[in-house]
């Protein structure tokens, strides 16, 4: 255990679902992300909280949208995916500025079918 | 960010050293250099990370050239554990709270 949880591990949606990735740490961190790893790519940034705030939407579509209620909880509502978003979507979690490196949480792997 | 170069792929004995290279040639003066390793289908774990001077933690020792093109990540003693890919980035100080990830290398440690 990372100190990141999420939940769920592993999620398979049709496209026309709604489904949320829960995010949470209890590090005391204030800055969260999430990123994607699509098989044999690299991992993309997608947005990015800090206090609350997003400061970074990394161009993603509209069908994903983040919430950030509190420092130390991170949602990713998804809706009408496309195959295509089949991938495993990663929270992480640091302080301000994430100087001393991340703390990433297992991931959620998830097949839109 | 500077781009970085590492091998796909590197193979090591069980309880030999690794040593993990990462050229950055672009490398710029406010520009720090980190490591991360992703086991498989898990996420990515902070290593270690350093400017000019080389660094050692419980995990690893990061040696920095002294013109800064280039690094080495030093595993000391590998284990089966220690097989993942390894990232290598480059991160500016204005680049507040992003880490873009490459492709890495592949470290297999074998038996």
């Known amino acids: 255990e990372t100190g990141v949880t999420q939940t769920p591990r592993h999620l398979v949606m049709g496209m026309t679902n709604k489904k949320s990735l829960k995010c949470e740490q209890h590090l005391g961190h204030n800055a969260m992300y999430w990123y994607k790893q699509s098989a044999k790519k690299p991992l993309e940034l997608m947005f990015v909280y800090n206090f609350k705030e997003q400061t970074e939407n990394n161009s993603v579509p509209s069908r994903f949208s983040p919430e950030c209620p509190n420092s130390s909880h991170l949602f990713l509502h998804l809706h009408t995916l496309q195959p295509e978003d089949s991938a495993l979507y990663l929270c992480?979690?640091?302080?301000?500025?994430?100087?001393?490196?991340?703390?990433f949480g297992s991931g959620t792997r998830l097949t839109v079918v | 960010d500077a781009k970085t170069t590492q091998p796909p792929s590197m193979d090591c004995a069980e309880g030999r050293a690794a040593n993990l290279p990462c050229n950055h040639s672009?490398?710029?003066?406010?520009?720090?250099v980190y490591w991360y390793r992703q086991i498989h289908s898990q996420g990515p774990q902070y290593i270690i990370h350093?400017?000019?001077n080389n660094e050692t933690n419980e995990m690893a020792s990061l040696i920095i050239t002294e013109d800064r093109k280039s690094s080495t990540l030093i595993l000391p003693h590998a284990t089966l554990r220690d097989t993942a890919v390894y990232y290598c980035i480059v991160r500016a100080l204005y680049n507040f709270n992003k880490f873009y990830f490459g492709s890495g290398t592949k470290l297999n440690v074998k038996p």
């Open positions: 350093g400017l000019k």
């Open positions: 672009t490398i710029s003066g406010n520009e720090y």
């Open positions: 992480a979690s640091s302080q301000e500025g994430g100087w001393n490196g991340y703390t």
